[in-house]
C-alpha cells in the first residue's frame, strides 16, 4: 500500500477505535447508573419496580428524628399533596430540609417503606418540585 | 431615583449596542474608516453606560431601597453590605445585567488593547457581539429587568439574601466564572469575524490567542472557587458532585483547553485551522447551553435557583439562531478551510491533535449524561437522573490515555519524533516515575483499587516529565507557563485519586465532654456556646482533634428568614483536612458528622497553578508584543 494511505487508514482506524470505546462506555455507563425517578403517586401505583436505587420527590411532613445507638434515625413522608410515601433515613439531613419545603431521596423501596440512602434539599430555599408547585398555586 | 436612571441608562446603552451593529455595515458599504471608528466609541460609551447602571444598582442595594423588587427579595436592611454588592448578581435579573456588563466590559478591552487587528477585522467583532449582546438586552427588557418597582410595599426590611449564598465565595465565584463564560463570547466573535473575512490564518491565531487565555484563565479559576465554596459550605465534604450546573462550566472549560492547544499548532505551523475555528465556536456554544441549564431549570439540580419556562425558551432560541448561523457559516468556508494536514501522529502537533480529540470526546460524554435526563423527559419516554457513578465510570478511563499523552507530547519535537528516539527519551523518567509510584504504594494503606495507583503513578509522571522539560532547554521563561499549568494537572490527578480513595467518614451522635475516634486519632467534643452576629445567631461547638488542633464548626439561624445553615468547622492541611459538621440536638447528644480528606487541598492548588501557568502566558504575550513595539 502507498505509504500515505496506510497512514490515513491508521488515522480513520484509531479514530473508529477511540469512538467505539467511547460509544461502550456510554451506553454501558447508562444502562447500568441510571435512577429512575417518581412522584410519590406514581411509585405507590407502580407495579413493579426496578431493583436498583430510585429518586422520589416531593415535599417533606411530619419530620421526627430519633437517636439510635450512635446515629440519627429520620423518619419523614414525602408527599406530593395526593399521596404519600414513608421514608426512613440514618444519617445527618441537610440544612435546608425542613417540613412544608421540597426535596428529593434516593434508595429503595420496599414493603411500602422507602429507605433513602441520600437526601438531597435545594439551594433555594422557596424550592418546590415542579409537580406540586402547579398543584399549590391551584390551591 | 436611581434605578429610573439605571432604567434610562440601559435604553442608552442599548441604542449604543445598536449603533455598533450598525455602523461597521455604514463602514463597509462606504468604505470609510471614520466608521469603524466610530464604532469603536459605539462599544466604549456602551460600556460607561452600562458601569452606570450597574452602580445604581449597588448603590440601591446599599440604600436599601426596598421598592426595587429585585432588592426586595435579595436584600436585608441587616445585611452586610459586602454581600449587599455581592446580592447584586445573586438573582437572576442581576445576573444577567452583570453578563451585560462584563460583556461590554471586554468588548472595552479589546477596543483599546487589540491594536494590532486592523480596523475593519476589529469593526467587525465588534459588530458580532453588539449583535450577540442586542439578544441579551431583549431578554432583560421583556423578562427580567432588574429595576421593576413596586410602591405598595414600602416599609418592608426585605426577605434578605438566601443564608447559602451569605458567604465569601458569592463574592468571587459568579464574577470570575462570568468574565470567564462572557470572554469566550469575544473568541466566538474573533472566530466569526474570521469566517467572514475568511482570514483564519497565523495572524488571526495571534489576535485570538490573548483572548482565550484571559478566558480560560478566568473560567479555571472561577470553576476552583465554586469548588472550594460548595466543599466548606454545603457539608457532604465533596467537592465535584457532577451536578449540571457544575457540567456546565466544565463543558467550555474542555472545549476551552482543547482550543488552547489546537490554536497553538495554528499559530505555528497554519495547520487543524478548521478544527480550531470549530472548537472556538462550539465553546461559546458550551457556555450558552451552560447559562440555559442554570436560568432555566429543566434539570433536576441541587443548583436550580430559577425555575421560569418562559426565560428557557427564549434562551433556547437565542442558542439555536447562534448556533445555526455560525455553524452554517462555518460551512460556507469549509473548503478554504480545508487542507492537506501532514501531521505525523508522533510529533507535537500530532499528540495535541490526539489530546484535543479526547478532550472533545470527553465534553460530548458529559454533555449526553448532562442532557440525557432532559431529552427522555421531553419525548415521555421516563424521569431518571444520571449520577456521579455515570460520569465517574466514562470520564476516568477517558482521562487515563489524556494525562499519559499530556506527558508524552513533552518529549516529542513540532517536527516528528522517531519512535526510538521517543523511547530512549522516555526510559529514564518512566523508571523514576515506577519507583516513586512503588513508594506510595508502600507507604500508603492496603487498597484493592488499582485505578488510585493509576491516578498517582500518571499524575507523578506529568510532574516528573514538566521538570524535564523544564530544565533540559535553556529558554525558561518561554516553558514556565507551559510547566505551570501541567504541573497543576498532575498535582489535580494524585489530589483527586487520592481524596476519593482514602477519605473517611463518621456519623454520630456525642454530647460536650464525650470524645470518639476519627480513624485512629480522638476527637473531642469540648464546649457548645451561642453568639450573635449582624444579622443571624450562631452555636459554636469546639472540638478538638488529636488533642491539640481546636475545630469549630457552627451552626447559623437567620433573623430574617428563620432559616438554618450549616458552617463547617474545618481544620485543613497540605496532608488532609479534618472537616466537621455540626447537626441537631438529638436526645441527650448533638448530631455530628465528620471527614477525614486526605490531599484534598491538592485538587484546587493544581487549579490555581493552571490559572497561574495561563497568566504567565499571557504575560509572556504582552512582554513580547511591547519589546517588539520598542524595537520598531
Redesign the interface.
Known sequence: MHPLRK?TL??ICC?LL??V??IT??M???K???????TPTELVNAKNLPAKAI?V?GMVENLQ???QK???RSTFILTDLKNYVSITY???????FREGKGA?V?GYYKDNIFVASQV??????N?MP?NI?GMKNAS | MLPEIAIFGLSLALLFAVMQFILPIMGFKTQSNNYFVLTEWAATLQFVVLLVCFSCLAISFINNDFTVNYIAKQSALTLPWYYKIAACWAGHEGSLLLWICIVAFWTCMLVFFAKRMPLAFKATVLGILALMNFGFYVFLFVSSQPFSRNFVQVGLDGSDL???LQDPGLLFHPPVLYMGYVGFAITFAIAAAGLIHNKIDQQWAIWIKPWVLLSWCSLTLGIVFGSWWAYHV??WGGWWFWDPVENASLLPWLLATALLHILQVTKNQQQLRFICVLVAILTYIMSLLGTFLVRSGVL?S??????DSSRGIFLLAYLLIIATISILLLAYRYPKLCQKNSLL?ISRPGLILCNS??LL?MA??VL??TL??LILEVLGI??????M??FN??FI??SIPLIFLMGLAYYSSWQGTSIKELLKSIALPLVIVCCLTTGVIIISPKTDSVIIYLGVGLGIWVIISSFVYLFKHSNIKLRLPITLAHLGVGITAIGISITSHYSQTL???IDVGEQVKLGNKTVEFVTLESMKSDNYRILQGTFKYNKKHYIYPQRRKYDV?Q????QMGIKSGIFADVYI?L??Q????W???MYYKPLIRWIWFGGILMFLGGMLSLVNLIYNKLRLETKL
Do not use: W
Not at chain 1, 438531597?120 to 430555599?125: G, Q, T, V
Open positions: 497512514k491508521f488515522t479514530g477511540v469512538l470505546t467511547a462506555l456510554v454501558v455507563a447508562l447500568e447508573n441510571i435512577n429512575l425517578y417518581y429518586k420527590g428524628t430519633v437517636r450512635k446515629a440519627v440514618t444519617g445527618l439531613l441537610p440544612d435546608l428529593v434516593s438531597l434539599a435545594k439551594h433555594d430555599e424550592y415542579p408547585r | 438566601n443564608p447559602i454545603l457539608g433536576i441541587v443548583h436550580t435557583f430559577a425555575t501522529m480529540i479526547l470526546v460530548a460524554t449526553l449524561g440525557y435526563p421516563a424521569k431518571i437522573s444520571v449520577g457513578p455515570y465510570m466514562v478511563p477517558l456519623d454520630t451522635i428568614s432559616q438554618i445553615t450549616g459538621v447537626g441537631e438529638v436526645d441527650q447528644g448530631a455530628i458528622r
